[in-house]
């Protein structure tokens, strides 16, 4: 099973909102990975974990914070967004950081603040 | 900071071939390639690591020269289900930081 899930598949939110956007994997991948992709451009990585533990955080601003519960799980919670942060954020996971590892990816959320 | 791909778009009769290119300016541990259709998840299709190793899907061929800095993805007697947007991925020596070029865009037609 190569599967990487993520929920919600949509989000619509105000720029006062809260909201968290979730993925899950059963690979026993010990690197997981947020990416934000605008149309027609490549992702962008955001954050990537390792063991659980912050390993990059590529200058993303504060409005985006990422939480890894368990080695299953990775959160992104989302506060006082912009409009310009309207994306797919795709999660990936990879066996681990070498530079060997593939990268599965999910289905992504696609993100609307209004 | 990306690695530049050629060419940036590709219009194919089913039957035909086609090589997509990837060039980095700095010295690269291993290359990615994904492909993306519309909507969906990038699928991984095959790694180049320094040193000759490969993985990937048996049906897609690639090479990467270390000296040059270069990958080649080798798309033969294409398919429909070709179709879509390949990515050429870049890893340096951070670990688990890969930089993605823009994309190559190929159509195949029937």
């Known amino acids: 099973d190569t599967e990487v899930t993520q929920t919600p598949k949509h989000l619509v939110m105000g720029m006062t909102n809260k909201k968290s956007l979730k993925c899950e994997q059963h690979?026993?991948?010990?690197?997981m990975y947020w990416y934000k992709q605008k149309a027609k451009k490549p992702p962008e990585l955001m954050f990537v974990?390792?063991?659980?533990?912050?390993?990059i955080n590529e200058s993303v601003p504060s409005r985006f914070s990422p939480e890894c519960p368990n080695s299953s799980l990775l959160n992104l919670h989302l506060h006082a967004l912009q409009p310009e942060d309207s994306a797919l954020y795709l999660c990936a996971s990879s066996q681990d950081l070498s530079s060997g590892s593939e990268q599965y990816f999910g289905p992504g959320t696609r993100l609307t603040v209004t | 900071q990306q690695p530049v791909q050629s060419p940036q778009a590709v219009i194919l009769r089913e039957g035909e071939d086609a090589v997509i290119n990837c060039s980095s300016s700095k010295a690269l541990y291993s290359v990615h390639w994904y492909r993306q259709k519309h909507g969906e998840a990038p699928v991984f299709l095959m790694i180049?690591?320094?040193?000759?190793e490969q993985k990937g899907h048996d049906k897609i061929s690639a090479s990467f020269n270390e000296k040059k800095q270069q990958s080649s993805l080798y798309l033969t007697a294409s398919q429909l289900s070709y179709s879509g947007t390949y990515f050429c991925g870049e890893r340096g020596s951070t670990l688990g930081r890969l930089y993605f070029g823009r994309g190559t865009q190929l159509t195949v037609w029937p």
């Open positions: 690979m026993g991948h010990r690197a």
């Open positions: 974990y390792s063991y659980e533990k912050l390993s």
């Open positions: 180049l690591l320094k040193g000759g």
